[in-house]
């Protein structure tokens, strides 16, 4: 009944057009004031101690390196970087893209700022060269995506504060541990590679079955000069990663260490952007930041109210006492993620369904690391298509095109990636591989 109650409440007030940020503090501060005794003092207590996590500054700084790269040339170098090695295919714009959009997500870990910096650059080009505009606009939305899942993605980042610290029990009774972001960035790595090559076979299939453009074979000199010019953003990449996994600094100073190093290059090496325009990206980074944080602050007032309520816990003995399977379980996850991903934003979605999904995943027996990153594949669907998904919208004034026409445009690449979500469901090792192997 409480269950009910909690989620008729917050249903109820985003019908009404409210913020999901904010229905999500109404409806905790509403049920324990109309419900419960719990005083108020421990309520503030929890919102406090709550965002008292190392990791949650790594937010900021990933989005802030993200709108250095997006404004400071980075993404112009990998595209011409990106048409010297794939451009002479069938579609050769298009793969071009793919690969661009694979590149950026590596070092943005935002969707949406992959889809604004390969877009405005590609879009126009492709268009130039003959390219039809809905599979130009098809291409690059739907591969933006891939921003969610590569690292550094916030997605992952959000997905670990959100079940940090949880208490979940497998199907044996023992304590299991959460899953860090290191895990889950190294566990994004394969399946991004695979969802990126599934992309460019969709790409290349479609280009050559309708007979479009294909660019010049570029020479291994032009390829190596290309590489040399985006040499210093696709550094970062092995930054990032590497630091984190040989130890040298977390998650959190590698996104510190990010965002000075797109500073450094998109102002004083690549010199696409100027001193006078730093400020305008700070602004523009601590507004996209405070929009995230301000949703992490409810969503960790909403996961106290569910733990306290132990909604999780008794969801998890129901499903067990019916005997559902790991099977029926992760397919009920993707039904309920696809069906969330129409009316919410991604970042909402993982921080109120992570919390209830993370105990009955591990009483099922399933891994942690597997469930962020099939919700962070489910992420990736809901933001290509309406009526929510942000790449749509991106990407429609990128290309002036309606949501319409670009919703019928991405259905090709948007049932690749459905067939992807399967794959990576049902297939944990594709997940866990990876880090099983650097945890030895």
Known sequence: MNALIIFGLLVLLMLTGMPVSIALGLTVLGFFFGMTNEPIASIGLKLFSGLEKFEIMAIPFFILAGNFLTNGGAARRMIHFAS????????????????????FAAISGSSVATVVAVGTILLPAMQKAG???????????????????????INLVI??????GMNATGPDGQPVA????????????????????????????????????????????????????AFWGIALIVIV?????????????AAAIAAVYAFVI???????????????????????????????????????????????????????????GVV??????????????????????????APILYPVACKLG?????????????????????????????????????????????????????GFLVLVTYWPALSLTLPHLLAR
């Open 131 to 153: 390219y039809p505009k809905r599979f130009s606009a098809g291409v690059i939305t739907t591969s933006g995506a891939l921003g969610i899942l590569f690292p550094p993605s």
């Open 84 to 103: 010297t090695m794939v451009g002479h295919f069938y579609g050769g714009l298009g793969l071009a893209g793919v690969l661009a959009c694979a590149l």
């Open 178 to 229: 959460t899953a860090s972001v290191g895990d889950l960035f190294i566990a994004g790595v394969l399946p991004g590679l695979l969802l990126s090559l599934l992309l460019g076979v969709t790409t290349w299939y479609r280009a050559r079955k309708f007979d479009y453009p294909r660019l010049p074979r570029a020479s291994w000199g032009e390829r190596w000069k290309a590489f040399r010019d």
């Open 266 to 324: 998109s102002v004083f090496i690549y010199k696409d952007l100027k001193l006078r325009e730093v400020p305008k990206v700070l602004r523009n980074a601590a507004a996209m930041s405070s929009m995230l944080l301000y949703i992490i602050t409810n969503a960790v007032l909403f996961s106290f109210l569910l733990t306290s309520e132990q909604i999780p816990q008794s969801m998890a003995a129901w499903m067990t006492g019916q005997g559902f």
């Open 366 to 418: 399933v891994n942690p690391i597997h469930l962020g990153i099939l919700m962070a594949v489910n992420m990736e669907v809901g933001m290509c298509h309406p009526p929510v998904g942000l790449n749509l919208y991106v990407a429609s004034g990128i290309s002036k095109m309606g949501i319409t026409e670009l919703t019928i445009a991405v259905w090709p690449w948007l049932l690749t990636m459905i």
């Open 241 to 253: 990663i590497g630091g984190i996994y040989s130890g040298i600094f977390t998650p959190t100073e």
């Open 159 to 164: 997905f670990s504060i959100a079940t940090n």
């Open 328 to 353: 029926v379980f992760l397919l009920l996850v993707n039904i309920i993620l696809l069906v969330a991903g129409n009316f919410m934003d991604p970042s909402a979605i993982v921080l109120i369904m």
